[in-house]
């Protein structure tokens, strides 16, 4: 069992910047994957990010060179590093951990509006 916990979510200006964390239950060396995804009021929850237990990272078109995947093994924490944010980077986004298993934290609300 794996549990996820994400924070850092919140109301930011077209241009900002924010940083996620996705506190994990076990240690991330121990995961296959780890991934953010996000999902936008009635669309499909889509992948923003992600790293392997290796740290090869994948980023979507739409976010690469603004976004950055980042592990801690000492905090067990993933990071998502947000750059010169878009009104359509507004979701939930979603921390996500491969191990046998697909598990998915609770979410955590990004606004981006002026």
């Known amino acids: 069992q794996v549990e996820l916990e994400e924070s850092g979510g919140g109301l930011v200006q077209p241009g900002g910047s924010l940083k996620l964390s996705c506190a994990v239950s076990v240690s991330i060396t121990s995961i296959a994957v780890m991934g953010w995804y996000r999902q936008a009021p009635g669309k499909q929850r889509e992948l923003v990010a992600s790293i392997t237990h290796e740290g090869n990272t994948n980023y979507a078109d739409s976010v690469k060179g603004r976004f950055t995947i980042s592990g801690n093994s000492a905090k067990n924490t993933v990071y998502l590093q947000m750059n010169s944010l878009k009104p359509e980077d507004t979701a939930v986004y979603y921390c996500?951990?491969?191990?046998?298993?697909?598990?998915w934290g609770q979410g955590t609300q990004v606004t981006v509006s002026s």
């Open positions: 996500n951990a491969y191990r046998y298993f697909d598990y």
